[in-house]
């Protein structure tokens, strides 16, 4: 960029993943040119980094050592505890900044839409996650832990997430930066089994295999997986052709089926081919209600779990529904309600599903493509919407100073998080964490943030 070309003032919403592989990319793009506010609704970083990879995977959350060095660029500020929709409108960015690229991912979840799916005892594993992560707003969920038989709906890396820490022991858990509430609350959890429900069968799992081979790995619980569900169709072992993550899985799977249980505390069962109905209960759920499924092929090669017409009842007074994040509209913004994603073309957003663009708009990560992949495809997925931002026409801000979004701000009673402000949290709750022999202890209340650096 030449450097007699005007400053571009970009804001980036959401400080997840892709927010900062979207703040890394325009200052690589656009070098001095660039200066980007990283804007987060929560006072801390990092996003599904810190609340949604589960504290037994510490190895997946050094990434962020990558997001500190964004966090340390000059040309980059971060803007925590600040709120759009809130603090900010659409408006306010278009008077302030070049273009905004919003990366605030998929924070509901996908309901499954049957009866009794609200009866007390049934979550979604998207809830579960947070709150024993430590975030804010899933500090006070109710988890009736007093239960013998956990199922989770769904056979994703969510659901076996959600498996292993129902499975283990606190001790195993107390080494890690889980939620200290979440560590009390599972110390008094009375599952003995733990139930993974798939609609279609062993083939068509979303697992990543590295994540299902632990789970023949736990110490606390024997892994049981029917002889008769791995029975695998030639229509489903030619559309697995070619795709290595799923054979593995299989294998993995048919491994599992040979393993022999050794008697610990808990059993951890992978079922398929079955589809829930109905959670029956009265006032908290008892059992689920499953269709039995034989799986079709559709006209695009795909295989389509369909009943059969018999069902089976599973005991259960604990149900999670762990199939799939959904993205929420943001005020202002386009939304395409049938994908739960803001429409765009290689990130530049449409003001319709396949309709006109929206200048100066842009978006990353899962509100861009919907929920799929790991933390690295965001990398990528960023990085296509800085190049086509790179070659569009910005819009021309009225103040594009970064001291007018700073009295905007003020005015609105924002109280913003600073990288400086993040940096002596991060040291308070490592510190902590040292002291207890954990990664970290996470701090989940604002006001205990500001006080803890203060
Ligand atoms: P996911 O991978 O999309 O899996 C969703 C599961 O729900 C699928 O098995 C899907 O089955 C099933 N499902 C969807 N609708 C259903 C319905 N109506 N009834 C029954 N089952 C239904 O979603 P996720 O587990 O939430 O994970 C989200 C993303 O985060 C994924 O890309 C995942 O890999 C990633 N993640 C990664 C890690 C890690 O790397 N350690 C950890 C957590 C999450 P069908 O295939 O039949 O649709």
């Known amino acids: 960029m030449s450097s007699s070309a005007p400053v571009k003032r970009i804001a980036v919403i959401g400080a997840g993943p892709a927010g900062f592989y979207a703040a890394d990319a325009l200052v690589k793009t656009f070098g001095d040119g660039a200066s980007v506010d990283l804007i987060e609704r929560l006072p801390t970083p990092y996003g599904l980094v810190r609340f949604g990879v589960a504290p037994d995977h510490q190895k997946i959350k050094s990434v962020t050592r990558l997001y500190d060095r964004t966090l340390a660029d000059p040309r980059v500020r971060y803007l925590g505890n600040v709120e759009f929709g809130k603090h900010l409108t659409l408006e306010d960015l278009k008077r302030h900044y070049h273009a905004v690229v919003f990366a605030v991912g998929s924070p509901n979840d996908r309901r499954l839409g049957v009866a009794g799916e609200d009866l007390k005892g049934s979550m979604s594993a998207t809830e579960f996650v947070a709150w024993y992560n430590c975030h804010p707003d899933y500090r006070h969920l109710e988890v009736p832990l007093d239960a013998k038989t956990a199922v989770i709906v769904g056979v994703g890396n969510v659901a076996i997430d959600v498996a292993r820490v129902l499975a283990k022991t606190v001790t195993e858990l107390g080494e890690t930066d889980m939620a200290d509430h979440a560590l009390e609350h599972l110390a008094t959890s009375t599952i003995e089994d733990i139930i993974i429900v798939g609609r279609r069968g062993p083939a068509e799992t979303k697992f990543t295999t590295k994540e299902l081979r632990e789970l023949g790995e736990l110490a606390n619980a024997d892994i049981f997986v029917r002889e008769d569900e791995l029975e695998v169709s030639p229509e489903s072992l030619g559309a697995i052709q070619g795709d290595v993550n799923a054979t593995k899985n299989l294998e993995v799977l048919q491994g599992f089926g040979q393993q022999q249980p050794t008697g610990k505390p808990r059993r951890l069962h992978i079922r398929f081919l079955l589809s ?16 039995k499924n034989r799986l079709e092929a559709r006209p695009d090669g795909s295989l389509a779990a369909v009943p059969t017409g018999a069902t089976e009842e599973l005991e259960a007074d604990l149900v999670f529904r ?133």
């Open 276 to 291: 829930p109905t109905e959670f029956r209960g009265n006032g908290r759920v008892t059992s689920v209600v499953c269709a």
């Open 322 to 454: 762990s199939i799939g994040y959904q993205g929420t509209p943001l005020p202002g913004v386009p939304f395409d309600e049938r994908r739960a994603v803001i429409p765009n073309a290689a990130g530049r957003v449409l003001d319709a599903p396949d309709g006109q663009p929206v200048k100066g708009l842009y978006v990353a990560g899962w509100i861009k493509r919907g929920p799929s992949g790991v933390i690295g495809t965001n990398k990528a997925c960023a990085m296509e919407t800085v190049a086509t931002l790179a070659g569009d026409e910005l819009l021309s801000p009225e103040d594009p100073r970064p001291e007018a979004v700073d009295a905007l701000l003020a005015s609105r009673g924002a109280r913003p998080f600073t990288a400086a402000h993040w940096a002596k949290l991060d040291a308070f709750e490592t510190a902590a964490g040292v002291a207890q022999g954990r990664p970290r202890v996470k701090l989940i209340d604002v006001d205990e943030m500001f006080a803890a650096i203060s």
